[in-house]
């Protein structure tokens, strides 16, 4: 089969590449595989333990590795806010690899009061990208990599509910944020471009992939073990990540993930949406939604 792996990841001397939720999975991966070419990277987690263990780790593979450890909380704005001005003092950032999130977690809420799966794997992620885009813009080719999944297929924003005030359903609020994932890329996007800026957003998806997303998934645990002999490990699940982030040629709006048995394994390439992930109404809903709920405007008009 043909496409993507960590093997084709091109020389990353001298780029600075942020990865969210770098201390383990797809993350941890992702962070290794670049380090490993030569990346800055900066492992934007909440937990600074986990991550220095995360960074030992990758040490040990690659002793010269440029590391460094960025508080990061998606589930607290103030603390976007201080990664975003922390990451800015960098003199550059080629990369932002947006990956960190949560997966089926029991109804939780962020400290700004918004649904935790929403919180963190949409707003979280908006609010960084948003407040980094300047830092960005300073480098010509700089992406931003926003991490999505096969459950997007399953999506339908809640409007009337976003906060989960009325009801709550763990996997769909889980669908319904990664479908907010599909909808942030294309839009930022869509303005980058019209902007004329530098910068360019693409998406991802891991396929399925064992990683501690699945710490919440209950009865479906039993499965993981499985996944390395028939679906991708984590290290399989970050290649369309690492293609997204480094190939050349990737153009803006794209969308990668796994080739082979309905893209839930394999190696990386172009993969297939939705046509509610496509629709750039739905995008400019979500778009002046979260700019409400953030607080935070990236500052681009409408394409």
């Not at 460094?68 to 704005?77: I, R, S, T, V």
């Not at 949409?122 to 459950?151: C, M, N, Q, Y």
């Not at 769909?172 to 599909?182: E, F």
Request: hydrophobic share 45%; with cysteine; glycine share 10%.
């Amino acid at each position: 089969m043909s496409g993507f792996t960590a093997a084709d990841v091109p020389d990353q001397t001298g780029r600075t590449i942020i990865v969210t939720g770098a201390n383990t999975g797809l993350g941890y991966e992702a962070a290794r595989v670049l380090a490993a070419k030569g990346a800055r990277v900066l492992l934007a987690c909440r937990d600074q333990a986990k991550a220095e263990a995360a960074m030992a780790q990758i040490r040990a593979e690659a002793p010269a590795a440029d590391l460094a450890f960025l508080p990061l909380d998606q589930a607290d704005l103030a603390s976007v806010r201080r990664a975003a001005d922390l990451a800015a003092q960098e003199p550059r950032i080629d990369v932002l690899l947006n990956n960190a999130g949560v997966m089926f977690p029991p109804l939780t809420r962020t400290k700004d009061g918004f649904e935790l799966q929403f919180g963190v794997n949409h707003l979280g992620t908006f609010a960084l990208t948003g407040l980094l885009l300047p830092k960005l813009a300073e480098t010509p080719g700089a992406r931003i990599v926003v991490t999505a999944s096969l459950a997007h297929n399953r999506g339908k924003l809640q409007w009337d509910d976003l906060g989960a005030e009325k009801g709550y359903n763990r996997t769909a609020r889980y669908s319904d944020s990664k479908l907010a994932n599909m909808l942030h890329f294309a839009e930022l996007d869509r303005r980058l471009r019209a902007a004329g800026s530098p910068v360019i957003a693409v998406g991802c998806h891991p396929g399925v992939a064992a990683t501690e997303l699945m710490r919440h998934a209950g009865p479906f645990q039993v499965f993981t073990p499985l996944f390395g002999l028939f679906l991708n490990t984590a290290e399989q699940g970050a290649w369309p990540a690492l293609e997204a982030a480094t190939a050349p040629g990737v153009q803006g709006g794209e969308y990668y993930g796994p080739q082979g048995l309905g893209e839930m394994r394999g190696r990386s390439g172009l993969a297939r949406r939705t046509a509610a992930a496509k629709d750039p109404e739905l995008a400019r809903r979500l778009w002046d939604v979260s700019v409400a709920m953030t607080g935070i405007d990236p500052g681009l008009a409408p394409a």
